[in-house]
């Protein structure tokens, strides 16, 4: 099994910067993609971001193309999503996931990561 942790998230005032972080233990060694994701209240969970884990590729909504970065450690199994320019609908509960065949669902889900953009 894997465990995903995210943690990072805070209250940022609109136009700021914050840094999530994902940390996956377990059985990690068969992830093939690694992503972010977003919910807000009342509304559908979107996708945000994702990297290949073995690759590097990365893939961006293009509601924050520009805006946020993602990235890996391999060395500390941990995913990052740094988020820049922050607007107040990037406010959400930010979710980590990892899907461990291409194409397919995602497999495994963190609790997730408040964030708040305050205008």
């Known amino acids: 099994q894997v465990q995903l942790v995210e943690s990072g998230g805070g209250l940022v005032q609109a136009g700021g910067s914050l840094r999530l972080s994902c940390a996956a233990s377990?059985?990690?060694?068969?992830?093939?993609?690694m992503a972010w994701f977003r919910q807000a209240p009342g509304k559908e969970r979107e996708f945000v971001s994702a990297?290949?884990?073995?690759?590097?590729?990365?893939y961006y909504a293009d509601s924050v193309k520009g805006r946020f970065t993602i990235s890996r450690d391999s060395g500390k199994n941990t995913v990052y999503l740094q988020m820049g320019s922050l607007k107040p609908e990037d406010t959400a509960i930010y979710y980590c996931?990892?899907?461990?065949?291409?194409?397919?669902?995602?497999?495994?889900w963190g609790q997730g990561t408040q964030v708040t953009v305050s205008s």
């Open positions: 996931a990892i899907r461990t065949t291409r194409f397919a669902s995602y497999d495994y």
């Open positions: 377990g059985r990690t060694f068969s992830t093939y993609t």
């Open positions: 990297i290949t884990w073995t690759g590097g590729s990365t």
